[in-house]
């Protein structure tokens, strides 16, 4: 009995070893595999893309800002995209209504960043050489609310290590609660026109 024992205690411990030799190799394949997918990627990126809005209205100050540190990143085997935009990052040409901006509208103190994340419409990296226009549709996120926005025009142009990405499309202030004072009300358009350009190089 002895000796079946200690031969059944060593038959174990054997296929427990061949066992976790198996799952080990298992995980290391695994784990490779997601590192080839990844590497195989073809990912382009900027940390100096611009955005812009305007709400201006006639006869009044014009209410216009830029961004020019927008971190954006475009997955050309897919037409996955995403922007990240430090809010405080806006420019106004107007010192006080770049303060009033941050304070009152936009609370960057408390939402510091806006998003963006969605994927070109027919995507195909192989039309980017000559040119060619897309439709993204995506989330936005901004002030705390997420609105999707459905078919934004976007032009793409391909040139060596660089993809030039640029488009526009309009929004409500009222679409991410924001709330524009009566006594400005009539200087601040409800409308917003948003633009945007990004320089993408080759990662």
Do not use: C
């Amino acid at each position: 009995m002895m000796v079946y024992w200690k031969t059944k205690k060593a038959f174990g411990t054997v296929f427990d070893i061949h066992t976790k030799n198996k799952i080990m190799k298992y995980f290391v394949y695994l784990l490779f595999f997601i590192s080839a997918s990844l590497l195989s990627q073809t990912k382009y990126l900027t940390k100096n893309g611009v955005v812009g809005f305007e709400a201006s209205v006639p006869s009044f100050e014009e209410v216009k800002a830029s961004n020019n540190a927008v971190t954006a990143i475009l997955n050309a085997d897919n037409g996955e995209f995403a922007a990240l935009v430090l809010v405080k990052g806006f420019r106004f040409k107007n010192a006080l209504m770049e303060e009033h901006f941050n304070e009152n509208y936009a609370e960057s103190d408390i939402y510091p960043k806006a998003t963006f994340k969605g994927t070109l419409k027919d995507f195909d990296k192989s039309r980017l050489n000559s040119g060619s226009k897309f439709k993204i549709t995506g989330e936005l996120m901004f002030h705390g609310v997420t609105k999707t926005f459905d078919d934004i025009d976007v032009s793409l142009s391909s040139k060596g290590n660089e993809i030039q990405m640029s488009g526009k499309f309009q929004t409500l202030a009222s679409d991410f609660d924001i709330k524009i004072p009566k006594i400005v009300r009539n200087k601040i358009a409800e409308t917003i026109d948003v633009d945007f350009n990004f320089k993408l190089q080759l990662k």
